[in-house]
């Protein structure tokens, strides 16, 4: 974005705020309608069909006061003079004809129109997904996971009300008012005159409410979302909620923005009613000049009864489509503010990118260098001033020291989930930003505390990195970790289902399983990330041998508080301010007097 021109003369600083942000909301729109032409790209023949189809619909309903006009003016005449029915029959049959194929095209119509609509639904659903799954780990830390679903729930609600009431509601509708216009000027121009005259006041009434309600639908977009938030924040923290007797205070504040979608609806409800029965005021007043026009006209001899007639349905119908564009206006304003919220999460871009042309990695060996890496999370201070760190392949190094001293951010680096401010990280010599996703997650595995299961079967859960491996392949590696006797206790062995978030398991056993997942991966690099943490004494114990064999001829980083995890590193580096202060054996640093040692020294102390 170019950079705010100076003020012009006389101008304050709120009117160029306003300005400012005018152009963001021109921008946010621009882009929201480039969001919505790409979704109905593919589908521009079945739009083309759609639109043949509702021309032969309004026809069909257009047709029909033309017809009441002729018969009246023409075919009663003649069957009262002469006794002649040939025209009161002919024209019969065209208005069946013309109700029966707009009747067909209708439906026809909204058949196609729902096809369109889902199909552009079923996408977005899924580049929705895709997105959210394609961004860097550094906008999942800062766009709440409420947030995301507000994305895909009720964002792309409002979007199927929009296109399911739109596709099939709107456009035929002023395609209606545009042939009932056309059709009136051209039965009778005079007649015309008048619905022009009327249609000024509802022209201004319907620019005052979407201008209105563009701001009405948009505080109801942002106060259901932060009602959703709210809402799953309290759900995924319940135990933190219940623990610490926070019931009350979640209630109230659920309670409070609960208030604050209540106030949003009541604002749009109140906007439409004033102007639906504005709309229905000026329609019942252009009917009533109509036909006192009409009549006058009538009893002087310059227009005919049947004209009169078919004029006073022209003009009842075509405030019929005003009134349902106002109602639609409404799902229209909820969908464009949430296709604004879509297009802005589609338009992120990650900040760790896919290389062009990736290095290829077929056989990694493991090699880690860290080369003079400086690193600071967005604008915020900086973490590894500059770090220089050599790891030779198959070493297990721990890393340890205070929060906050950047141990989790070596992992994050090495794992790529972020990217070096400066400097290089390198898997055997290879800048890890010149490899493809593939072969780095191949070759580097993060085991974290969390230990995340999914839903599903345990063989699923194990086979995570390796889908395609056989049950024998599966077993294997339950067996190396440790958690073969334990899934064989279970209901249905492997094919037992873990239940959500593993409620099934306990820490420990949760945790060999992860571990049997790295294993099966078999990554040339494995980081843990305090993976041992949250694990209680005999948990840890349980989980020991299994680290130990996972560990085996790989390269390690273990970023561990407990001194019983550090003790099977072949080197200890402590970390402080982002700096390396001490490296080491395990054994070296605790017959030295440094930060190490008393760390070790108070680990004994805990233990007595």
């Known amino acids: 974005m170019s950079a705010p021109t100076a003020p012009r003369a006389g101008a304050t600083a709120n009117e160029d705020d306003f ?30 069909i759609a639109g043949v189809l509702v021309v032969i619909s309004t026809l069909g309903q257009v047709a029909g006061p033309a017809l009441v006009a002729v018969t009246i003016d023409r075919a009663l005449p003649a069957l009262l003079e002469r006794d002649d029915s040939g025209l009161l029959t002919l024209y019969g049959v065209l208005y069946a004809v013309a109700a029966v194929a707009g009747g067909l095209a209708a439906g026809a119509y909204i058949r196609q129109a729902a ?42 609600e409002a979007l199927r009300e929009l296109l399911d009431g739109g596709l099939t509601g709107v456009i035929s509708q002023m395609l209606l008012m545009v042939f009932v216009a056309v059709s009136l000027v051209i039965l009778d121009w005079r007649s015309g005159v008048v619905l022009a005259c009327a249609f000024i006041p509802a022209a201004i009434l319907t620019r005052w409410f979407q201008l209105r309600s563009q701001v009405f639908y948009r505080e109801q ?60 005021l000026i329609g019942n007043l252009t009917v009533t000049v109509a036909l006192a026009y009409g009549g006058w006209r009538v009893l002087g001899g310059t227009m005919e009864v049947g004209v009169l007639a078919a004029a006073l349905l022209y003009v009842k119908r075509f405030f019929q489509p005003i009134q349902q564009i106002g109602m639609f206006y409404n799902a229209f304003q909820s969908a464009a503010a949430a296709l604004e919220k879509v297009s802005g999460l589609l338009a992120e871009e990650p900040s760790v990118v896919e290389p062009k042309r990736p290095t290829p990695l077929p056989e990694p060996r493991g090699e880690l260098h860290l ?25 297990t ?99 037992t289902d873990v239940n959500k978030r593993g409620g099934r398991v306990s820490s420990g056993q949760r945790q060999l399983l992860s571990f049997a997942r790295a294993f099966l991966a078999d990554p040339a690099v494995l980081v843990l990330d305090e993976a041992t943490s949250s694990l209680d004494i005999p948990g840890e114990r349980q989980v020991q041998h299994g680290l130990q064999t996972l560990l085996a001829d790989r390269t390690a980083i273990i970023i561990a508080h407990r001194l019983s995890t550090v003790a099977i590193a072949d080197r200890v580096l402590v970390m402080a301010h982002g700096q390396i202060v001490e490296d080491g054996t395990p054994a070296d640093l605790i017959a030295g007097d440094g930060r190490f040692a008393a760390l070790h020294a108070a680990w004994q102390d805990s233990l007595v």
């Open 19 to 48: 300005d400012l942000d005018r152009d963001a909301s021109r921008t946010v729109r621009r882009r929201s309608l480039r969001l919505l032409g790409n979704l109905l790209s593919p589908h521009l023949k079945k739009l083309a």
């Open 115 to 156: 096809r369109i609509a889902q199909g552009v639904l079923l996408d977005l659903r899924r580049r929705v997904f895709r997105q959210t799954q394609r961004l860097s780990l550094e906008f999942h830390e800062t766009y709440t996971s409420g947030r995301i679903i507000s994305r895909q729930t009720s964002d792309l």
């Open 221 to 280: 977009r942002t106060a259901s979302a932060r009602l959703i938030v709210k809402f799953v924040e309290t759900m995924t923290g319940m135990r933190a909620v219940q623990a610490f007797r926070r019931e009350s205070t979640t209630e109230r504040d659920f309670g409070g923005l609960s208030d604050d979608y209540r106030e949003a609806n009541l604002k749009t409800f109140g906007l439409n009613g004033r102007f639906q029965p504005g709309l229905m």
């Open 397 to 495: 190094i721990a890393l340890v020291g205070t929060t906050g001293a950047g141990k989790s951010t070596v992992a994050k680096l090495v794992t790529r989930f972020y990217d070096a401010t400066d400097g290089h990280v390198r898997l055997d010599g290879i800048d890890v930003r010149d490899l493809s996703s593939t072969d780095l997650r191949r070759a580097v595995v993060m085991v974290t505390q969390e230990a995340y299961l999914f839903s599903g079967s345990v063989r699923e859960n194990i086979a995570l990195g390796r889908p395609d491996a056989s049950m024998a392949e599966i077993e294997q590696a339950a067996r190396a970790v440790g958690a073969h006797e334990f899934i064989e206790q279970m209901p249905d062995g492997y094919d």
């Open 371 to 395: 080369d003079h890496v400086r690193f600071q999370y967005g604008d915020g201070p900086t973490v590894l001033p500059d770090l220089d760190l050599h790891i030779p392949a198959g070493q």
